[in-house]
């Protein structure tokens, strides 16, 4: 369990909730980034995505998101966290699966 400013964060809670409501073929995708304590991550997200797993969700994929630029913040003794990782989670098969395709800009040959 986190702390957040007094409010308590039961994760495995969460989870096997989320797993509860969610459909057979429905999707989760859960966004989340690691604290730096001392120097190092905590490594929470990775956390976080194997409790859903043990709550019976499938891990789907692994999308890095890219955080707007925000300026300088913390320390020059470590890197800033300039993304977020969101798990893309199913219970089951997902009924829908639509995947982006890329396509030719239009002033390629």
Do not use: C
């Amino acid at each position: 369990m986190r702390d957040y400013h007094g409010y308590s964060f039961d994760m495995e809670a969460v989870a096997h909730e989320l797993f509860k409501v969610t459909k057979k073929g429905g999707i989760v995708v859960w966004v989340v980034s690691d604290k730096t304590i001392n120097g190092s991550e905590t490594g929470s997200s990775f956390k976080q995505a194997l409790t859903f797993m043990e709550a019976g969700f499938r891990l789907m994929d692994t999308i890095i998101f890219k955080k707007p630029p925000r300026g300088a913040s913390g320390n020059n003794r470590i890197y800033w966290q300039g993304f977020e990782y969101m798990f893309v989670f199913s219970k089951g098969a997902p009924k829908t699966i639509n995947l982006i395709r890329d396509r030719r800009n239009k002033r390629e040959p």
